[in-house]
């Protein structure tokens, strides 16, 4: 299950959006334990936690990509640079992506898996989980996982991520250079919001659909978030974000009459604008969160596959509250040393504006 999900506050601190008097860096690592959390039932054999027509995880899910729109649509406002955006979205997303595939199939896998070592590296599932590295999701290992509750996932978290990457691409395409962007980020949430009812809760495949590996419903499950916050960002001014009213709303949310698509017209509206004020709040209760690192990526990516890995030794079929309280902390030690030892690390690497500029003044003094 997702997706994380997963754009950078930390990259957008860059571009001066984000910083330590917001709450974003803490939102985003409590949706990412609860979909640690989440993930514990299902992964135990247990029935998911629900919460307005959706599990938890995938609600979780949802606020990523809510932030994740409302962050990443700035970014490219502030330098709409076809290469400098999307070198910081590669930064952000592929080292942690390449490090965790690499580690699942060369470290954990040979040491799980019920085949001998010969065949577990001979046999084309392992380069079909290595494909996850290019954002194409496969979840089975040769010999890994087969026995469990939750047999044959290694990591089910990542199908988010190609859903994500294809967001930032679609971002330039839909805010595209000129006037009108307001209307065009409009129109594109409206098509892609009815395009999710349609196929997710009202004409739901009796087959999946699948395009490079990623399911084509769950992907416009999440995909309406990203455009949701990203037309919030535009549209909407700081001080229209209010607490008390975000509480109040999602206080009212369960009395919408109980269907999924009256649910997830009701989450449209109060999920994003919540998550936002939460997040924009004043004063940032939360802003420290940000000063010890961006953990919440690093939680997503690892969390499942140390969760499927717990259950192999301790068998905790049934026990969705143990598979959880013996994942969190390894997963939040995993996601410490992933954004200290690499993703920080990248992230510096990142092509920014006024670099870009100063460089681009220096060459024409150098010939002028």
């Known amino acids: 299950m997702q997706h994380s999900t997963l754009v950078d506050s930390k990259l957008s601190r860059a571009s001066g959006l984000s910083h330590p008097k917001d709450n974003f860096d803490a939102i985003r690592l409590i949706a990412a334990l609860i979909v640690l959390y989440g993930h514990a039932f299902p992964l135990t054999g247990t029935a998911s936690l629900a919460i307005f027509g959706n599990s938890i995880q995938t609600i979780a899910v949802k606020v990523f990509f809510v932030i994740s729109g409302y962050l990443v649509i700035e970014s490219w406002r502030r330098d709409p640079s076809p290469f400098r955006y999307l070198s910081r979205r590669c930064l952000r997303i592929f ?43 496969s979840y089975a290992l040769p010999g890994v996982f087969t026995q469990i509750t939750y047999p044959n996932a290694v990591n089910g978290s990542l199908w988010s991520l190609p859903v994500e990457f294809a967001m930032y691409l679609l971002t330039p395409v839909v805010v595209l250079w000129g006037t009108g962007e307001r209307i065009r980020i409009f129109i594109g949430s409206l098509v892609i919001c009815a395009l999710s009812l349609y196929m997710v809760r009202l004409a739901t495949p009796q087959q999946p659909i699948v395009f490079y590996g990623t399911s084509i419903v769950s992907a416009l499950d999440a995909a309406p978030y990203f455009f949701l916050g990203a037309a919030w960002r535009i549209a909407a001014k700081p001080q229209a974000f209010n607490t008390q009213v975000a509480l109040l709303a999602l206080l009212l949310l369960p009395v919408v009459p109980a269907s999924s698509v009256a649910y997830e017209i009701g989450l449209y509206v109060v999920l994003p604008y919540a998550i936002l004020s939460f997040s924009l709040a004043k004063p ?63 992230l510096a690497l990142k092509p920014g504006r006024r670099a870009f500029m100063k460089s681009t003044s220096q060459k024409k003094s150098a010939v002028g």
């Not at 390449?98 to 010969?118: D, N, R």
């Not at 969190?328 to 690499?342: E, K, N, R």
């Open 284 to 346: 940032a209760l939360f802003g420290w969160a940000g000063r010890l690192g961006d953990f919440s990526y690093g939680v997503y990516i690892y969390g499942f596959l140390v969760q499927q890995t717990v259950s192999f030794y301790f068998n905790t079929q049934g026990k969705p509250f143990l598979n959880f309280g013996l994942s969190v902390i390894p997963t939040l030690l995993l996601a410490a040393a992933s954004w200290h030892l690499l993703e920080k690390k990248f």
């Open 95 to 137: 080292p942690g992506l390449v490090v965790v595939i690499l580690l699942s199939t060369f470290a954990l896998g040979p040491v799980v898996t019920t085949l001998p070592l010969a065949e577990y590296f001979k046999l084309p599932q392992l380069s079909g989980y290595l494909q996850n590295i290019i954002l194409k999701p």
